[in-house]
C-alpha cells in the first residue's frame, strides 16, 4: 500500500479480505520473506478456527509462533473488534512488554495498516500508550487496555481480558560461566502451571473467550505436557498445534527460511 496508490473501492476490498481471514492479514502485513504461506497458512487458519476455545502452538525457536500468534492474532482481534482487550504473559514481564512494544509499532508505523485501519490509529499522547499497556481507539471504556503485558506472577487483580496469551511463560537460562543453556527449574514450571491454572476466570466471557498457549519444549514435564494431557479429555478447551522443526517424511525444514545447516 505504501508502493502502489490503490483506489478507495481497493482498499476497502483489502480491508475486508484482512478482517475476514487471518491468514491474508498476516500475508499483507508481514515481511514477504518471513510469511511463507506453505508452513504458516495452516498456522493461521489454526488460530482462527472457530471450532475450538483455546489453542496450544509448539514450534521450534525462530519459526515466527510468537509474531503470528501473540503479535499478530491480538491486533488482528482488535481490527475486529475494537473493544477487544488481550493480555500477553511471558516467563518475564520484559519480554511481555517486547512483544506489546512489537504490536505498537506495527500501529504506529506500518503504511498498510494505517492506510487499512485509520480508525483505530489513537492520539498516541492522549490514550494509555505504553509497553505495558496501550490503548486504539475504542468506542467504550474499560480498565483494560487493548493490549497488556504481564510476567509470571504478576497480580492481575480486577481486571478481565477477551484473550490471554501466555508465550513462553517457561523457557531457558544461560549459565553464567559456560554460557550453555539450562533447563528451566521444577519450580519455575510449577509456576507457570500454577498460573496457567487460574487464567480462565480471567476472561471476560469463559464461552466466548479464548486462552492461547506459546512455546518451545524443555522439559517432559513442562506446561506443553500439561496442557497436552488436559487435551486428551474429550470436554477440553485446548486444541493442540504441534509441528516439528524438521518434516519426517522428506527430512528437510518445514519453514523455507532454513536450510539444514542453518537449522
Known amino acids: 500500500v505504501s508502493k502502489v496508490r490503490l483506489s478507495g473501492d481497493q482498499l476497502e476490498l483489502l480491508r475486508n479480505l484482512c478482517v475476514e481471514k487471518f491468514k491474508f492479514f498476516c500475508q499483507t502485513l508481514m515481511p514477504k520473506e518471513w510469511f511463507d504461506p506453505i508452513f504458516h497458512g495452516p498456522l493461521c487458519d489454526f488460530m482462527q478456527d472457530a471450532k475450538c476455545e483455546d489453542r496450544l502452538l509448539v514450534m521450534a525457536r525462530s519459526h515466527l509462533k510468537t509474531t503470528i500468534a501473540a503479535t499478530f492474532f ?49 492520539r498516541f499522547d492522549k490514550v494509555r500508550w505504553s509497553d505495558r499497556c496501550a490503548c486504539i481507539n475504542r468506542d467504550q471504556e474499560h480498565p483494560e487496555g487493548s493490549f497488556e503485558a504481564a510476567g509470571i506472577g504478576s497480580s492481575i487483580i480486577r481486571r478481565h481480558f477477551d484473550l490471554i496469551i501466555q508465550d513462553d511463560s517457561v523457557a531457558p537460562k544461560k549459565d553464567e560461566l559456560s554460557g550453555e543453556e539450562l533447563l528451566p527449574s521444577r519450580d519455575e514450571i510449577e509456576k507457570a502451571i500454577g498460573f496457567h491454572k487460574l487464567t480462565l476466570p480471567l476472561l471476560v466471557d469463559v464461552a466466548s473467550g479464548m486462552r492461547v498457549v506459546i512455546g518451545t519444549r524443555w522439559a517432559f514435564y513442562d506446561l506443553i505436557n500439561h496442557i497436552k494431557e488436559e487435551a486428551q479429555n474429550p470436554e477440553s478447551r485446548f486444541a493442540v498445534y504441534d509441528i516439528p522443526a524438521i518434516d519426517p517424511n522428506t527430512n528437510t525444514p518445514n519453514y523455507k527460511r532454513f536450510t539444514p545447516k542453518t537449522l
Do not use: M, Q, Y
Open 74 to 122: 491480538p491486533l488482528w482481534k482488535t481490527i475486529k473488534d475494537c473493544n477487544h482487550r488481550s493480555l500477553v504473559v511471558s516467563n518475564s514481564l520484559t519480554n511481555a512488554e517486547k512483544t506489546v512494544h512489537t504490536i505498537k509499532g506495527i500501529v504506529e508505523s506500518n503504511k498498510t495498516f494505517s492506510a487499512l485501519f485509520p480508525e483505530l490509529i489513537p
